[in-house]
């Protein structure tokens, strides 16, 4: 029998549209899958078997009848924990909305329930997608199916996990500093944040507005762009969705698994790697770059001197954006209400303090005072004013860079993936995972991550980043796809073939 | 506490007052500013909410164009200048009746700026500076149960109406309003009037203070006579007729000016206005310590209306409040003295409307400038708010000149609108008003008079015509009032002859 899981998502499509299998089957397979591992992975905070089953069975009505609602149609999905899912929890990772159900679908959930696509329930995440482990989830961290002592990325771990241990063909993650392609890169899968506005954001409970992006997670280049296409496009509910049509994403992708990368020039970052970054990780980082070159593209060094400035400004614009949306969290119309000790008839404010002081966890605290700070009268000029003309000249470094490349490259993130607990108490060690995905946030242009091998000192996977201008979605398609391919003709399969199996994983 | 307060006079004599106004205008749009919830005053709490309004994690706003047409318009009208580009702002702080604990408005790059409006206080004009317009949502409602005062403190507990939040508002802004001198309290009330005024003229608000759709902020400092210093100032809240702005400014010019007077110093302070006592008692401390970390609202793009719309905008504005009233005077001969009344009693737009149904000029100023003005006063509200419609003043005065009423009986059926008893003439029917136009009816009760007063009777036959008002009064007094005097005097006579 077909073990369907290991299938990627386009070839579920072909199987589902060639009648050699049923959403239901394959659906449930992913729900097996999930009650087998997910007790060690961790991936999952809430599993909907039977709202999945019944989307499926919907599904495969519609199949039978000869009118698929999308490609996509009855291929299932996981979603990250940051998107509103009408009827299902909605928690963020975070205490504070634990029992929340919201009463309203994110455009993009909406997007995924009219395509068909089943949902199989929603995935771990740092609490309000603040970190870069999963640790900082208020339901426990999420373990990689590479080494399940170790983190898978964050905050979008579940989303990364879920895809790399076979829980699910998709996932939707959301990207805000690199909470995408950074648990990509450390899972040994493949992850896309696109352009700023480029998919709505209607309905994800909102990190830093100006640097969120939905995106997908997949383990094929070729089904994170059906996915993105799917998602993608125009929502009047998101003023600052474009309202353009997208590039087209899988003609990019399969455009590029043709192998010819020539015409192509290709921009090496040369504030993005180097000092800081495990040398297994750069290994693997030069010889894909090698790989392209051989495939006919030009490389050339670029320099983007502000990118050094990355780091400090995300996190002043990041932290005020945060406080500002995180205010609403106050116990008093949903969410947790925490009643304060001995206090007789607390008043609101009370009730709002020991709400929030229950509530979120110390990494949420230490950001919101951070904000709060950076907003205050007397020194917004100083630090969420200066942030933001440093924003600008970061994205100046990227357009003078892209008049020299079509897209740049890095790795993705500066090492594999850590221990869980080993960088937890010293958060500027956690803050410079995410170095070389940041400028892409605060300039809106699209990547991606794809793996690169496994390093040298760990065997852990590293990740592959290109980053393209904005609007350009297809190239960082047609490069990820190139550089997937002849990879896997080195590897003779997907990295992710030689992660351990989890068979017989400790619950 | 009661507040130490100098008379005005000697308040004047010392210091100048220096006003500032911020009126909140409440637009008339069909659906909120960020979304399409409906905007319809009275709807049962919380029905008229969605994921937006509420604040629901994950949800976002997108601007009401209308909301934008409105506050150029607005704008405009002010003789303000329009922003090429503006963006929104996020004014962050923590109230239960804020879903967002943030309200959605404009900071350093309002829609409109720099204008100017003139108001006319006893027939002199006097030019009030625009600081600026901008745009921004209501906040719910807070209900607080179980307290003696209605107010937060002492109550059981509070609920929230969250039908109001995201209503879009404008709030206008004035720049220090400096040379009112001791006219500061007419000028502040007449710049409110007549913004109203102009609101009602673009169509943009119901502008109904006594609902909320016109909300009026005080500020007010003292600087010492001679001196360029502003004083510190009190910003009352919420006062929601002309005639309490009128007074709350001149309770504060005495409050400050005792203070002053007294050594002391003014607190920088919110303060609520008591419409029952006419005072201004302290609410919140404002110091610098207050800050509400405004930046821009990343969930929506920049406003950047394009010179042709708003070119396109301004040519629908009506026509300049005192061109209006040069043309009002001459179509409606009314003196000088008949029409700065008509102004200071707030009462053109309604004079206008009054006459617009039907009634003569005349007609329609004596109405509202001397029975209605007066029960407006008794009261304790404006004209607008007495609750009498111009319509309905057309329709009693449409009686009077049928001679289905006297001027007498008009008073009653005033009395029968006020109570809700329908129509002027559903009133007339109700309360049996009519003057009785029954000749034989009307003969008897003559009949009767001159069968009882036969001495003044004999008078008249000799001639002495002016002794007919005595009987002319024992007729009405038999008809309970309900006779044409005018008729009855000629029944008289020709019986008499
Ligand atoms: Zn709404």
């Known amino acids: ?507 | 506490m009661t507040d130490t307060l100098l008379t005005y006079d000697d308040a004047l004599a010392a210091y100048d007052p220096v006003l500032g106004l911020e009126v909140h205008v409440e637009l008339n749009t069909a659906s909120k500013m960020f979304c399409g919830c409906s905007t319809v005053f009275g709807a049962e709490p919380n029905t008229q909410v969605c994921p937006v309004c509420l604040g629901l994690p994950g949800a976002m706003p997108v601007v009401n164009g209308k909301g934008v047409e409105s506050a150029i318009r607005i704008g405009l009208a002010l003789n303000c200048q329009i922003a090429e580009w503006c963006r929104f702002a996020r004014k962050n702080y923590f109230y239960p009746d804020m879903p967002k604990n943030f309200q959605t408005s404009q900071y350093d790059e309002p829609i409109a700026y720099d204008g100017w409006m003139d108001v006319e206080v006893d027939g002199e004009t006097f030019r009030v500076e625009i600081e600026r317009a901008h745009m921004e949502e209501d906040t719910g409602k807070s209900t607080h149960v179980g307290g003696a005062t209605g107010r937060i403190h002492g109550a059981d507990h509070s609920l929230v109406d969250y039908n109001r939040a995201g209503i879009p508002l404008i709030e206008i802004v004035t720049k220090p309003i400096r040379g009112a001198g001791a006219r500061a309290p007419e000028v502040a009330r007449a710049y409110v009037a007549q913004l109203r005024d102009l609101i009602v003229a673009l169509g943009v608000s119901e502008a109904r203070m006594d609902q909320g759709n016109l909300r009026a902020d005080v500020n007010l400092s003292l600087s010492t006579k001679g001196s360029d210093v502003l004083g510190t100032r009190s910003e009352t809240k919420n006062v929601n007729s002309f005639r309490s702005v009128e007074r709350a400014v001149r309770f504060e010019v005495q409050r400050h000016a005792a203070i002053l007077a007294g050594g002391g110093s003014i607190v920088q302070e919110t303060r609520h206005w008591h419409e029952d006592t006419g005072i201004t008692t302290s609410g919140r401390e404002k110091s610098d310590a207050e800050d509400y970390r405004y930046f821009p609202e990343p969930d929506l793009v920049p406003v950047a209306p394009t010179r042709d719309w708003v070119e396109e905008l301004r040519a629908t504005l009506p026509e300049n409040p005192t061109a209006r009233r040069a043309r009002l005077q001459q179509e409606w001969g009314f003196s000088d003295l008949e029409m700065r009344d008509t102004v200071g009693a707030g009462a053109l737009g309604l004079v206008e409307e009054t006459i617009a149904a039907g009634a003569s000029p005349q007609a329609a100023r004596k109405w509202w400038l001397s029975e209605l003005s007066r029960r407006a006063n008794d009261a304790g509200v404006d004209l607008v708010d007495l609750g009498v419609t111009p319509a309905q003043v057309a329709g009693v005065q449409a009686l009077v000149d049928a001679g289905t009423v006297n001027d007498k009986l008009a008073r009653q059926v005033f009395d029968g609108l006020l109570a809700g008893e329908g129509t002027p003439e559903e009133v007339v029917e109700k309360r049996g008003l009519a003057v009785v136009s029954d000749e034989g009816a009307l003969s008897a009760a003559v009949d009767n008079a001159i069968a009882a007063n036969p001495d003044v009777a004999d008078k008249i036959r000799d001639g002495k015509v002016a002794a007919a008002g005595a009987l002319i009064g024992a007729v009405m007094k038999e008809m309970r009032g309900q006779a044409d005097a005018a008729r009855v005097r000629e029944l008289i006579l020709e019986k008499l002859s």
């Open chain 1, 1 to 507: 029998m077909t073990d369907w899981t290991r299938s990627t998502a386009a070839e579920l499509a072909d199987a589902l549209a060639n009648g050699e299998t049923t959403s239901v089957e394959l659906t449930q397979a992913h729900l097996d899958r999930t009650a087998a591992v997910d007790g060690a992975v961790h991936a999952y905070l809430h599993v909907d078997a039977e709202g999945a089953l019944a989307q499926a069975e919907a599904s495969d009505a519609r199949r039978a009848a000869g009118s698929p609602a999308s490609r996509l149609d009855g291929v299932p999905i996981a979603v990250k924990d940051v998107l509103a899912t009408q009827g299902l929890p909605t928690t963020c990772g975070s205490r504070i909305l634990e029992g929340w159900i919201p009463p309203y679908d994110a455009t993009v959930v909406d997007t995924l329930r009219r395509a068909g696509l089943p949902i199989l329930g929603k995935t771990n995440m740092d609490e309000f997608a603040m970190g870069s482990s999963t640790e900082h989830s208020a339901y426990g961290p999420t373990h990689n199916p590479w080494d399940l002592d170790r983190i898978p990325g964050g905050s979008g771990g579940g989303s990364a996990a879920a895809v790399a241990s076979y829980q699910a063909p998709l996932a939707l993650g959301t990207d805000t500093g690199g909470s995408i392609r950074q648990p990509g890169a450390v899972t040994g899968t493949v992850g896309v944040k696109p352009t700023y506005g480029g998919v709505s954001r209607y309905g994800l409970v909102a990190l830093a507005n100006s640097l969120d992006q939905v995106g997908p997670v997949t383990r094929t280049v070729l089904d994170s762009a059906l996915l993105h296409e799917l998602v993608g496009g125009h929502d009047p509910r998101d003023s600052t969705s474009i309202d353009q049509p997208l590039p087209d994403l899988v003609a990019a992708a399969e455009l590029g698994a043709t192998g010819d990368m020539s015409g192509v020039r290709i921009g090496v970052v040369k504030e993005l790697s180097g000092e800081g970054y495990q040398p297994g990780v750069l290994a693997r980082f030069e010889e894909s770059v090698e790989l392209l070159v051989k495939a006919g593209a030009e490389v050339v060094e670029v320099s983007c001197p502000t990118f050094v400035h990355a780091l400090a400004t995300y996190y002043l614009i990041l932290p005020a954006e945060a406080s500002s949306n995180l205010a609403k969290f106050d116990a008093m119309r949903y969410g947790l209400r925490v009643y304060p000790d001995g206090v007789d008839a607390p008043s609101a404010e009370e009730v709002m303090r020991a709400t929030r002081d229950k509530g979120f966890g110390d990494e949420v605290k230490r950001r919101i005072i951070l904000g709060t700070y950076a907003l205050s009268s007397g020194y917004y000029d100083a630090y969420y004013g200066q942030a933001q003309k440093v924003r600008t000249l970061i994205s100046r470094d990227f357009e003078a860079a892209f008049a020299k490349a079509d897209v740049l490259v890095s790795p993705t993130a500066p090492t594999t993936a850590f221990k869980l607990g080993e960088k937890l108490d010293d958060p500027l060690a956690m803050y410079l995972n995410d170095l070389a995905t940041i400028p892409a946030n605060l300039a809106g242009v699209p990547g991606i991550s794809v793996p690169s091998g496994l390093a040298d000192e760990d065997g852990l996977p590293a990740g592959f980043q290109v980053l393209a201008p904005a609007l350009a979605d297809d190239r960082v398609y047609r490069v990820g796809a190139a550089l997937e391919k002849l990879l896997a003709d080195q590897w003779g399969g997907p990295l992710l073939a030689q992660a351990p199996t989890l068979d017989g994983v400790a619950r």
